[in-house]
């Protein structure tokens, strides 16, 4: 066990308060983080404005001064500073990952749902691509923890992260923030903020923040993993009379960066390595036997001619369970039989030893003991639009109304768009292995995702013993993937009762822009592009697929919170949710031979021809043409009793919840019953299993809060229970023989788990000294399934497989704590200097099951316990608009996993964190 180290950590930090406690001079007043985190807060967590202290919720509010004073400047940094949660991407770059108490995910495609809604304003952000986003002007972020299945209803199953941005004011202010940091990072950041008018106001941001990455890609000689983000706010506020507010806003941000760097780990397993270095079966060497396959001698290996699979006859992803006969066949291209079909040597397709070399480029690149060195042959690209307009209008009552001694009414509506286009190397390896991504046609747009949301909320106090909140919600949401003219006409005009269709091609009349039934139709603007051999078969190694998806969601909500008296409160909410969700999905060939008579070289993707004919759109394509709706009413109930100030206490109140959240239903678009992987019997089983049912979850919490010393501390603590049924979990199936497509494992979504959760939340704030500040945050998280069985794909409508011992693949850890202490000195000019130093720690970590698991551990999928320690030194004048900072993050370099798992033919992919990282910031303020 690593908890002596951890403790050592602890003790570090606590020795380094004792020095600053003797022998410094300590400064008059507060430090910045003490005032920042110290202060009254006001949070809208209940839809209306309220003391945070007040709330008989586990939800941890961060203002704008306080990121600034702990250096948090985007949303994945704060994992390191809240318990139980996890903001994180996946191994392609803005596909994100949000996990509240162990539940959540994040899907990159749109037909699927995770059960963590993020907001802007009170706007739901849909989907998990881009969804992350840098601290720029928010007024601060709110954490909600469990679920939030009352007042916020959408994907609130785990708990929900709002963001309140900063709002024009009525007077002048402005600043500009210059950083420079590793690994080539630039950042500019402007705000200003004009009073129009007296009752008009004008606040405008902008942002551009690069970075160069902190990966190095061998191949291209070159950094690699950077970012490139443009972002541009504008808002007005209009006091419109004594009654009404209305706030507008504009925010539009622009990613340009890399994909993820990540290295392959050659890890093959022994049977494999015994072929591959001593030659298939007796009587059948394998071409390479017994030649050197060192990097960079690829003359040595034997290879004749294209080889038995230039003809495209062995694709990549046929099958046969007679090892003996792969390994045949794989060296005899006359036999007429289906190809390699296993995994052992399927990028052996590339030519006889393809498999050895690219193994031996993963071997190199990990023999350096460099983590950080890829190889991408691949010119990749993570490329994200987001634009929203939101409007928000509140009234406020100037006295009763009816029964009400005060009243107000929000109303809100807001506009979405997400355009997201990507080009992907996965295998980190030489050759045209697994790339994908979108078309590279200058007009593609990959997948794009429009919202319109609308809602309107009332809230009232009748007397002083009841607090109302009601109100209606509207949700619209669709998505399309390969969203080109020919697609979305082509699902509007076919009609499988009897609509139009050309009986010469089978294609709907009025689409046809070929001669032959053979030949390409149309090629759409999107889709998304397999490419992983040159010159093969389009419905076997190289294929595109497109889709549509949409949800409607409608509900009607009620929170009412009765002052029984002066100490106890009761609370009682509910909602009510219907959800509409449909989906067409479609997968379809290229034309033979057209990506490699295209491919311009490494740095380039060729420009397929799409095989789009009635068998391949229509006979074998569409496979998820489905719809489903859900009903659900999700209440709350939760009593408080305020503590009355004591000698020690100021404030206090202890609270008891249970809420329950509902997660809608969705569909499983990658599970293709046509794969001729599954035997015709086995089809409709298949079908039965694309869609896939709500989840539900109740939540049993116990805290406490409170205020002592004189308001030189402030606490929060809880625990709770969580009964999580029918779990949409995530199941991966082994498809290392490719029966099932292309990918190593598929993935598809069922009910398929109960399970227990358990875990203990403490946030402590104190100020014990003047000058002083101190910050502890600790979280511990059970998570144990109470049953979970799954369907067996190779024998579907049998038995379930249960594997109620599997780990439970939620990135959390199963302890964190994070500590910082800070001190501003007051210097002999009236300057003040902050040093503050934080560690954030966890337990060991095993990628490859997701959990600690004690024992066994991966050799490369597992993560060491560790302390990632940050600095901060701030310096402020006694007099004048600027402030200079220098900062550090994980000064100690740790190597931190965020992802790992199997790749191809006999690999492992690892991804990591950045090293360590030193920079500088400079702000200048004008007005304020």
Not at 156 to 183: C, H, M, N, Q
Not at 249 to 256: N, Y
Not at 753 to 770: F, Q
Request: glycine share 12%; with cysteine; charged share 20%.
């Amino acid at each position: 066990m690593k908890f002596k180290r951890y403790m050592l950590g602890a003790m570090a930090l606590s020795g380094s308060v004792l020095l600053f406690q003797s022998g410094q001079v300590a400064a008059q007043g507060q430090s910045a983080s003490a005032a920042a985190m110290l202060e009254e807060v006001v949070v809208t967590a209940r839809r209306r404005e309220e003391n945070l202290q007040d709330l008989p919720l586990s939800i941890q509010a961060i203002t704008a001064d306080a990121m600034e004073a702990q250096g948090i400047y985007n949303m994945q940094q704060l994992t390191d500073f809240v318990p139980n949660v996890v903001l994180t991407e996946d191994q392609r770059k803005n596909d994100t990952r949000m996990y509240i108490r162990g539940i959540g995910g994040g899907f990159s495609n749109p037909a699927q749902v995770f059960g963590v809604g993020m907001y802007v304003d009170g706007h739901y952000l849909s989907g998990s691509l881009g969804a992350f986003m840098s601290t720029l002007d928010i007024e601060r972020v709110e954490i909600l923890r469990g679920p939030q299945g009352t007042l916020f209803g959408k994907n609130t199953t785990g708990g929900a992260i709002s963001i309140i941005s900063a709002k024009p004011g009525p007077e002048f202010d402005s600043y500009v923030t210059l950083r420079a940091a590793s690994y080539g990072q630039q950042d500019l950041r402007a705000m200003i903020n004009l009073p129009i008018t007296d009752s008009f106001f004008f606040r405008g941001n902008f942002a551009t923040e690069t970075s160069d990455g902190h990966y190095y890609n061998r191949f291209l000689d070159d950094s690699a993993g950077g970012t490139d983000q443009q972002s541009l706010g504008l808002a007005f506020r209009w006091e419109l009379g004594d009654n009404w507010t209305i706030d507008g806003r504009l925010a539009s941000a622009d990613d340009r960066d890399d994909n993820q760097g990540g290295q392959c780990r050659a890890y093959p397993r022994a049977d494999m390595y015994t072929k591959l270095m001593n030659g298939g079966t007796p009587g059948n060497p394998l071409p390479f036997a017994g030649k050197d396959l060192t990097l960079g001698t690829a003359d040595d290996v034997t290879y004749n001619g294209p080889g038995p699979f230039a003809s495209g006859s062995g694709a990549w992803g046929s099958r046969n369970d007679d090892t003996s006969l792969r390994i045949a066949n794989f060296i005899d291209a006359g036999t007429g039989l289906a190809g390699p079909g296993g995994s052992d040597f399927r990028v052996d397709a590339l030519y006889p030893g393809a498999n050895a070399y690219f193994l031996n480029s993963c071997a190199q690149d990990f023999a350096t003991g460099d983590v950080f060195n890829s190889y991408q042959d691949y010119n990749t690209r993570s490329y994200v639009d987001n634009d929203m307009v939101t409007i928000n209008a509140l009234w406020e009552s100037d006295g009763a109304i009816g029964p009400f001694e005060a009243a107000s009414l929000q109303i809100q509506t807001g506009s979405r768009y997400t355009s997201y286009r990507y080009q992907q190397d996965r295998d980190f390896g030489p050759g045209i292995i697994d790339h994908i991504g979108n078309n590279p046609n200058p007009n593609s747009r990959g997948i794009q995702r429009n919202t319109d949301e609308f809602e309107i909320i009332f809230s009232g106090e009748i007397g002083d013993r009841v607090t109302l909140t009601a109100g209606a919600y509207y949700f619209n949401d669709e998505a399309q993937a390969g969203s080109g003219t020919c697609l979305s006409q082509w699902i509007a005009a076919w009609d499988p009762a009897g609509g139009a269709v050309d009986g010469t091609t089978g294609l709907p009349a009025g689409l046809i822009n070929g001669k032959t039934d053979d030949d390409v139709y149309c090629t759409p603007e999107g889709g998304t592009l397999f490419h992983r051999l040159p010159d093969s078969k389009g419905d076997r190694r190289s294929s595109t697929n497109a889709g549509r998806t949409t949800g409607e969601s409608t509900a009607l909500f009620g929170h009412a919170v009765f002052h029984l008296n002066d100490a106890w409160d009761l609370a009682i909410g509910a909602r009510w949710m219907h959800e509409e969700r449909g989906q067409a999905h479609i997968e379809y060939g290229i034309v033979r031979g057209t990506c490699s008579q295209a491919y311009a070289g490494p740095l380039e993707m060729c420009n397929p021809t799409y095989l789009m004919n009635r068998k391949t759109m229509v006979e074998d394509g569409i496979h998820a043409n489905v719809s489903a709706e859900f009903d659900e009413v999700t209440p709350l109930i939760s009593i408080s009793r305020q503590f009355a100030p004591g000698d020690t206490l100021d404030s206090g109140m202890l609270y008891a919840t249970i809420a329950q959240g509902f997660l809608t239903g969705a569909f499983n678009d990658e599970l293709n019953p046509n794969n001729p992987g599954f035997t015709p019997a086995q089809r409709q089983n298949v079908l039965d299993i694309i869609p896939y049912g709500p989840e539900y979850l109740t939540n049993y919490e116990f805290g406490f809060k409170g205020t002592l010393l004189d308001g030189r501390v402030r606490m929060a603590a809880n625990v709770f229970y969580m009964d999580y049924t029918d779990k949409q979990e995530a199941i991966n199936v082994d498809n290392t023989d490719g029966r099932f497509g292309p990918d190593p494992s598929l993935e598809y979504t069922q009910n398929a788990a109960d399970v227990d959760i358990k875990g203990i939340e403490l946030e402590l704030r104190a100020s014990p000294w003047d000058g002083g500040f101190i910050s502890l945050d600790l979280g511990y998280l059970e998570s144990v399934y109470a049953s979970f069985k799954v369907p067996d794909l190779d024998n579907l409508g049998g038995p379930l497989i249960d594997v109620s011992n599997s780990s439970i693949a939620n990135r959390t850890p199963e302890w964190t704590v994070t500590m910082s202490v800070e001190h501003a000195f007051l210097l002999g000019n009236g300057a003040t200097l902050t040093p503050q130093i934080g560690v954030y720690m966890q337990p060991d970590f095993e990628w490859r099951s997701g959990i600690d698991v004690g024992g066994a551990h991966h050799p490369i999928c597992h993560n060491d316990g560790y302390s990632k320690v940050r600095g901060r030194v701030s310096y402020v004048p006694q007099q004048g608009n600027w402030q200079a900072a220098l900062f550090g993050y994980n000064i100690t370099d740790e190597r931190i996993l965020f992802k790992c798992g199997p790749g191809r033919s006999g690999s492992y992919k690892s991804f990591y964190e950045a090293p360590a990282t030193w920079g500088a910031e400079f702000t200048m303020r004008f007005g304020g």
